[in-house]
Nanobody
């Protein structure tokens, strides 16, 4: 099973940008579909974005389309989430996830989770 470690979360002002990273180890990264989820205080964990293995389908939740970009570097076993035009409502713990397909991740079917990284957007 792949192990996932997120980094890059911090406090940022609304309108700013952040880039999250997820380093994978212990598995075969380039055959996994990868994604990002988030969980705000008092709310359920929700899907954010997913990307397939090599040139697979990419999915985004509607509220982040046009602002967030998911990418992966298979040579570095690393997944990224570039977040632009951040809003206060983007504040959450962001989790990296691995699964069988980007479509499966988009409906919450996850094989492995990371520990999460805190993103706080201030007004």
């Amino acid at each position: 099973q792949v192990q996932l470690v997120e980094s890059g979360g911090e406090l940022v002002q609304a309108g700013g940008s952040l880039k999250l990273s997820c380093a994978a180890s212990g598995g075969t990264f380039n055959i996994q579909s990868m994604g990002w989820f988030r969980q705000a205080p008092g709310k359920e964990r929700e899907f954010v974005a997913a990307k397939g293995r090599i040139a697979g389908t990419t999915y985004y939740r509607d509220s982040v389309k046009g602002r967030f970009t998911i990418s992966r570097d298979n040579a570095k076993n690393t997944l990224y989430l570039q977040m632009n035009s951040l809003k206060v409502e983007d504040t959450a713990v962001y989790y990296c996830a691995a699964g069988d397909s980007s479509a499966a991740l988009a409906i919450g079917i996850v094989g492995s989770w990371g520990q999460g990284t805190q993103v706080t957007v201030s007004s």
